[in-house]
């Protein structure tokens, strides 16, 4: 970590203490709603519309580096896909690199992965059956791209779902020889999905089984304390730390999930292992720390 990073985290952890001033960390960026995909578990390819101009983007970036953000993640649809005449994702890639101090990208993984971020995250839900039913029979085609891409900080992420958590072990296990780690979510209901939810009960099986592989060495990104928050909820979130730009341009800050779904209160069945990780992160869980510093290079 560079030096000057950790001075502005240690400042940025002071100045939120002290003045409760809320200011975000995080920007979550929906480049686009197109995708390549019709995948069982996702919304946004249901919702029509133009891609977010780069010339918003600009803007948006200054605005969110001077509230705060050092960590910007693009996603979609498929951000792969994103355009605006003859610009691709890499020309915000760079722009964002003038502001931020993590640049990822979350990606379904069926275009080539030559995209210039810090940090690559490819959805994979399951071994080939299970997602080829989920995400239209693009198995082959996404491990062949993880296996070519020369990007050095690829990660597989797992969405965990009613369909798939029984295999979740052995599918950590054939990911484990080519990407750096797996990371993990659990299925949120959005209206236009099919509910895949998992039960209580299947979710905290499944959450032993992580704990158990990486007690064992195999590459379970997310802490032993998230894992363990996620079983009933028990972590408390900082919601005010994550900015979200939508794909008509809009920025809100707070909870990802708020005003999203019919839900009027989402927090009780949230599963975004990422946010537990931030929130664990800013109340100085040394291990969730440790899990942000590897993964996105930034703390």
């Not at 578990?41 to 249901?46: A, E, H, M, R």
């Amino acid at each position: 970590m560079k030096f000057g990073h950790f001075l502005y985290f240690a400042k940025y952890y002071a100045l939120t203490k002290i003045s409760n001033s809320n200011k975000p960390l995080l920007a979550g960026v929906k480049l686009t709603h197109r995708c390549t995909l019709k995948c069982r578990q996702c919304p946004f390819w249901q919702r029509p519309g133009d891609d977010i101009k780069f010339a918003d983007l600009k803007e948006i970036m200054k605005n969110l580096y001077r509230q705060g953000v050092r960590i910007w993640l693009m996603e979609g649809g498929e951000p792969l896909l994103w355009r605006d005449g003859k610009l691709n994702i890499n020309n915000v890639v760079t722009e964002a690199k003038k502001y931020f101090y993590c640049v990822g990208v979350t990606t379904n993984g069926t275009l080539p992965i030559d995209v210039k971020t810090d940090v690559v995250w490819v959805s994979v839900d399951g071994l080939r059956d299970t997602h080829n039913y989920l995400r239209n029979n693009s198995f082959d085609k996404v491990i062949e791209n993880i296996k070519n891409s020369k990007h050095p900080h690829i990660f597989a992420n797992i969405a965990i779902n009613c369909l798939n958590h029984q295999e979740v072990p052995e599918l950590i296990k054939f990911l484990a020889g080519f990407v750096k780690g797996v990371t993990i979510q659990f299925f949120f209901p959005y209206p236009e999905s099919e509910n895949l939810a998992i039960s209580w009960d299947d979710r905290e099986k499944v959450l032993e089984e992580l704990i158990k592989l990486k007690r064992e060495g195999w590459p379970v990104v997310d802490s032993f304390a998230a894992l363990e928050a996620l079983k009933k909820n028990t972590w408390k979130c900082e919601p005010w730390m994550v900015a979200s730009v939508e794909r008509d341009g809009t920025v809100t800050q707070g909870c990802y999930l708020k005003d999203r779904t019919p839900y009027k209160n989402p927090c009780e069945i949230c599963g975004l292992a990422a946010h537990t990780e931030l929130s664990l992160s800013y109340q100085l869980n040394f291990e969730a720390i440790n899990v942000g510093r590897k993964t996105m290079k930034a703390f």
